[in-house]
């Protein structure tokens, strides 16, 4: 199964919250920059995180944006261009949760 990837980005309104989803988002991606996250995932891993963000977040208060940037070894690493300093792109392998 092709690992898609994926920008995921939120504004979470209640401290608590914003340290459970930033713990729970490390378990599937990597963190790019305050409160945005690139994960390569698969057709299961991706409902597992929608859960799992979905069982924290307030649904009335916070927001997540799930970005599907394509097939992780494609286009999903090609799309992204940066100015001033970045860690390096993540290069498409997977991810051992």
Partial sequence: MARRRYLVA?????????????KAMKGYGEHLQY?????????V??????LHL?????????????????EAREWGSLCFEFMGTHRPLPGGSSLVV
């Fill in 10 to 22: 939120y504004d979470i309104r209640h401290p608590t919250r914003l340290r459970q989803v930033f």
């Fill in 45 to 50: 891993e991706k409902p597992a995180m929608l």
């Fill in 35 to 43: 409160s945005v996250f690139l994960c390569d995932l698969d057709g």
């Fill in 54 to 70: 979905g069982s924290i977040i307030s649904h009335g208060e916070d927001s997540v944006a799930i970005v599907d940037l394509g």
